[in-house]
Nanobody, 123 residues
Framework: VQLQASGGGLVQAGGSLKLSCAGS????????MGWFRQAPGKERELVAA???????NYADSVKGRFTVSRDNAKNTLYLQMNSLTPEDTAIYYC??????????????????WGRGTQVTVSS
């Protein structure tokens, strides 16, 4: 599956952005999907995950502020980000075929990554 993320940009603290990730292929609806982010000098981390049935999971740092959703009819994954802070500044990546090891979601070599989209939050 091919993934294309969009919607990043520059926003002031307290503002909102909505990211989209368009996927290809009929298998899209079966995949566990997620958003990850990587800030300069830091490791890539999970932001939010969503199963094929719509069950969601969030990083503690974004709970209550971010909402992940999907529209399987459009093969699209979304991330609504509200109350943004400078700490949310990062490159955001969408991913497909997430795996669960009992404590975390991750993507291995069989998964799929989209190109990142830059989110910059100014103070």
């Amino acid at each position: 599956v091919q993934l294309q993320a969009s919607g990043g940009g520059l926003v002031q603290a307290g503002g909102s952005l909505k990211l989209s990730c368009a996927g290809s292929g009929r298998a899209f609806r079966r995949y566990r999907m997620g958003w990850f982010r990587q800030a300069p000098g830091k490791e890539r981390e999970l932001v939010a995950a969503i199963t094929s049935g719509g069950i969601t999971n969030y990083a503690d740092s974004v709970k209550g502020r971010f909402t992940v959703s999907r529209d399987n009819a459009k093969n699209t994954l979304y991330l609504q980000m509200n109350s943004l802070t400078p700490e949310d500044t990062a490159i955001y990546y969408c991913a497909a075929d997430l795996l669960w090891d009992g404590s975390r979601w991750y993507v291995d070599g069989s998964g799929y990554w989209g190109r990142g989209t830059q989110v910059t939050v100014s103070s």
